[in-house]
């Protein structure tokens, strides 16, 4: 079973408010992923880390921000909100080769 | 251009039952294949995988086929639970040095119907 965690899992908040998005592992994996995903869609990765102090913007264009200060944690900053970035927010890890493991996810809607 | 394509939105499959998911890609680098699973709200769940050195990989009811030639792939669920009742996406990769990202299909709903 995979050990990756995010918070919060549900989140509304109005136009132009900053957030974070949380997301950590124990699993000690050296790359990290995040991904959006819309209904009926694939999942698009929006930003990837291959260790710490590394990280790279993905295939789809996001206005959020990440950073990889630690090994365990890749957290998601938007710094205004607004109603385009309404979606499903998932972050994955992996070690070099193989499978991605997932976290629940957050759901985030913005008003 | 969509490199990893699941043409199917939805499949309905009586309890008991073989459920069979596709997927075709395009990309001729790619050599290795997942299949996820996901519920609603909650993040996909990796299920089985694939080198392109093999042609099938099993594990328990899921069992993988890849065609190198027709770049598709399937998944074979034996037999269909409710439980299973779900969205299955496939997703690709590139396992050269330097490359993890995975690419993924839109997915498909299977219904398992009691």
């Known amino acids: 079973e995979a050990d990756i965690y995010q918070t919060p899992r549900y989140l509304v908040i109005g136009t132009g408010k900053k957030i974070t998005l949380e997301c950590s592992q124990t699993?000690?994996?050296?790359?990290m992923y995040w991904y959006q995903q819309d209904p009926g869609m694939e999942l698009h990765l929006i930003h990837y880390?291959?260790?710490?102090?590394?990280?790279e913007k993905g295939d789809l264009s996001s206005e959020s921000t990440v950073s990889r200060i630690r090994t365990e944690h890749f957290p998601l900053t938007l710094e205004s909100a607004r109603p385009s970035h309404t979606s499903q927010y998932l972050c994955?890890?992996?070690?070099?080769?193989?499978?991605?493991?997932f976290g629940p996810g957050t759901r985030l809607t913005v008003l | 251009d969509q490199q990893v394509k699941q043409n199917s939105p939805s499949l309905s499959v009586q309890e008991g039952r073989i459920s069979i998911l596709n997927c075709d890609y395009t990309?001729?680098?790619?050599?290795?294949f997942l299949w996820y699973k996901k519920y609603p709200a909650e993040g996909p769940t990796f299920l089985i995988s694939?080198?392109?050195?093999?042609d099938k990989n099993e594990d328990g009811r899921f069992t993988v086929f890849l065609n190198k030639s027709a770049k598709h792939l399937s998944l074979h669920i034996v037999p269909s639970q409710p439980g299973d009742s779900a969205v299955y996406f496939c997703?690709?990769?590139?396992?050269?040095?330097?490359?993890?990202?995975?690419?993924f299909g839109k997915g498909t709903k299977l219904s398992v119907i009691p």
């Open positions: 990309n001729s680098m790619f050599d290795y």
């Open positions: 880390s291959y260790g710490v102090n590394s990280t």
């Open positions: 699993m000690g994996h050296d790359k």
């Open positions: 694939i080198s392109s050195i093999k």
């Open positions: 994955a890890s992996s070690i070099s080769s193989g499978a991605q493991f």
């Open positions: 997703a690709a990769k590139y396992s050269g040095a330097g490359s993890y990202q995975l690419t």
